[in-house]
């Protein structure tokens, strides 16, 4: 009976130790390269995420990280490997303000964030950074070539109307 309480005890202590531990699961948590130690995005082994302060559950294929809210909302990002680095996608709409056909016009944010792409391939981003841009529908890009020494840019977008969505690329780092 004392070997019993003793194996029952031994059990008890060890599943107590595993859950506190967290079962051995990896986290691998990513951060903005300007901000290396703010966690933006945490992903768990064990199929659960945090971003942005909101958790989640999440799926993860070569180009997107799938997102699941508690109500089964889904959000995808989209996400680029380069060795040990990482580039997330975050998409912000903007609508197009005066005249323009295809990327070309005026496009504001509720926050006055913006962009100015002329048919010229010139474009403002928030009228801070200039430069030149080029059009790839067929892979729904648009390449920023920046005055500024700053490397080129992809942004991938949809157009519906005049409302454009932008998945802007933020370079991440992992979080140590």
């Not at 993860?60 to 996608?89: C, P, S, V």
């Amino acid at each position: 009976m004392k070997k019993l309480r003793v194996y029952s005890l031994a059990i008890t202590m060890l599943f107590v130790l595993t859950v506190l531990g967290g079962c051995g699961s990896k986290t691998e948590k990513w951060a903005y390269d300007y901000e290396p130690t703010e966690a933006v995005i945490a992903l768990s082994e064990d199929g659960k995420a945090t971003y942005k302060g909101n958790e989640y559950t999440y799926t993860k294929d070569d180009t997107y990280i799938t997102l699941k809210d508690e109500n089964g909302e889904q959000q995808k990002i989209r996400y680029e490997m380069n060795g040990d680095k990482m580039t997330l996608y975050e998409e912000s709409t903007y609508t197009r303000s005066g005249e323009g056909e295809g990327v070309v016009g005026n496009w504001l944010q509720g926050n006055g964030w913006s962009y100015v792409f002329t048919d010229s391939g010139e474009f403002s981003e928030e009228n801070i950074f200039f430069g030149h841009y080029t059009v790839d529908e067929e892979k729904s890009r648009i390449k920023l070539m920046y005055d500024e020494p700053m490397e080129d840019a992809y942004l991938y977008y949809t157009l519906n109307g005049d409302k454009l969505t932008v998945a802007y690329p933020w370079p991440m780092v992992r979080v140590q």
